[in-house]
């Protein structure tokens, strides 16, 4: 039996809403990937308040999750984690393009996050995202020994100059669902690339042209995929994706 999970580029991602039946699966990562983790408490207090809290899955595997909180004009990440063995992937890019969408569509002007000020992988990852460091909370986080530890804060506006474009009413439905099928064609079709030279069924094909049609490119070097997700969310929202499967079916 192979105990190393099958590379995540290779299957399907998608997002799912956390639910208290799957926060056992959750738990096990929070606790692997950190050495003060989260409690089930807190995750249950965040479902409670009604945070906004998504699951990022492949092939029945969590690859990772975050959860934000939102607040007048702004949104607070509060958790994002990628699973230790799916680290380094690009995962976490995918969950922050994932947030700032759905910052805009709560019509945020400003993300914030705080992040250990020894954890400098992190930190390089929000600012090539665009965050900047705004702050410092001293003593912030609990560190080994019973030492505490200082949190860099970081802010981003997703959009700056633009005015706020609401997309729904929050993340079970309206537009945002949209957003998060969009992310599930653009994951969909590079897993179908890296198939190759397995064919997809005609539906599935012609969803992957159309996307690569409009510009979004299949697996390659590292970039920020935030205007892949918007080209293929027109393509989701215009009807282009539906209309494209179902000719093929005929």
Not at 150 to 179: C, F, I, N, Q, T
Request: some cysteine; aromatic content about 6%; glycine content about 8%.
């Amino acid at each position: 039996m192979n105990a190393n999970p099958r590379p995540a580029d290779a299957m399907q991602a998608s997002f799912a809403p956390l639910t208290t039946e799957r926060l056992d699966a959750l738990l096990a990562v929070e606790q692997a990937a950190y050495s003060h983790p989260w409690t089930r408490g807190n995750f249950i207090d965040a479902l409670a308040a009604g945070y906004q809290a998504q699951l990022l899955v492949a092939g029945g595997q969590i690859l990772g999750y975050f959860v934000a909180m939102p607040g007048v004009q702004e949104a607070h990440l509060l958790n994002i984690t990628v699973a230790p063995a799916f680290q380094r992937q690009g995962w976490a890019h995918v969950m922050l393009d994932a947030l700032a969408l759905w910052a805009r569509g709560q019509g945020a002007q400003w993300l914030w996050l705080e992040v250990r000020a020894s954890n400098t992988r992190a930190r390089q990852v929000y600012e090539a995202h665009g965050y900047q460091q705004v702050g410092l909370r001293k003593r912030y986080y609990p560190a080994p020994a019973g030492q505490r530890e200082d949190a860099v804060v970081m802010s981003l506006r997703p959009h700056p100059g633009a005015p706020a474009s609401p997309l729904g009413k929050g993340a079970s439905g309206g537009e945002l669902s949209r957003v998060m099928l969009a992310i599930e064609v653009v994951t969909g079709c590079r897993a179908l690339d890296l198939r190759a030279p397995l064919a997809p069924a005609p539906a599935t094909a012609a969803v992957r042209d159309l996307v690569r049609s409009a510009g979004v490119a299949g697996p390659g070097p590292d970039h920020f995929v935030s205007p892949d997700i918007e080209t293929t969310t027109a393509l989701v929202l215009s009807g282009q994706v539906a209309a494209a499967a179902d000719a093929a079916a005929l």
